[in-house]
Each structure stands twice: as C-alpha cells, then as structure tokens.
C-alpha cells in the first residue's frame, strides 16, 4: 500500500483545513485502519485520529476532540482529516498510515506510513 497525503497549508487561528490521503496499491484499502499521525517542531509524533475499516470505529486525541472529524471513502480508497477551528498549536507535518489492525485509543503501529504534509496554523 502506497499513501499519499496532501492538503496541508498555512492559515489562520480559526481557520479549516481538509487532509487528504489516497492510498494505491495491489491490497484492498477497505481493510485497513487508518490513522493520522502529527509531529511539531521539536516534539515527537503524536497519534491524532484513527478510523476502523469495518465499523468506522473512530479515535481522536483530547486536543482535538470536537475540532477535528476522520472520514474514509472506500469506493475513492482516500482517508480524510477535517479539520476545523485550527489553532497555532496544530502546528506539525500530519503524516497518515496504515495498519490491517484496529488499535483504538492505543497508539497505533503503523504498517504503511504518507509521506507528511505540513499544516502552520498562525495566531
């Protein structure tokens, strides 16, 4: 599986933005987790949200509870991140991945990573 993320940008407080990552590959998107992931400057890689392939089971972080919504489109094999209310804490290259396994509010392990897209979130 090949992941693709885009639609990071630069913005203001309060602002939305939608990620997106199209997945490839010869394995069935639809029976994957995906999860996205996010790193700011300095700090380590922070699990955001994750999406179940079976039940839409979802998962988001307390930071971004109420802000932020995953969706998947199975028929279009894109995960997307909404993301709305942005603050300048959101700053991070949001990377997504995936994983055949379901993890919940446990950090995933990822078997497939994107390759990062950069969201700057400006007070």
């Known amino acids: 599986v090949q992941l693709q993320a885009s639609g990071g940008g630069m913005v203001q407080a309060g602002a939305s933005l939608r990620l997106s990552c199209a997945a490839s590959?010869?394995?069935?998107?639809?029976?994957?987790?995906m999860y996205w992931f996010r790193e700011a400057p300095g700090k380590g890689r922070e699990y955001v949200s994750g999406?179940?392939?079976?039940?839409?089971?979802?998962y988001y972080h307390d930071s971004v509870k109420g802000r932020f919504t995953i969706s998947r489109d199975n028929a279009k094999n894109t995960v997307y991140l909404q993301m709305n209310g942005l603050k300048p804490e959101d700053t991070a290259v949001y990377y997504c991945?995936?994983?055949?396994?379901?993890?919940?509010?446990?950090?995933?392990?990822?078997?497939?990573w994107g390759q990062g897209t950069l969201v700057t979130v400006s007070s």
């Open positions: 991945a995936a994983n055949r396994v379901w993890y919940g509010s446990t950090t995933p392990r990822a078997e497939y």
């Open positions: 590959g010869r394995r069935s998107f639809s029976t994957y987790a």
């Open positions: 999406i179940n392939w079976s039940n839409g089971a979802t």
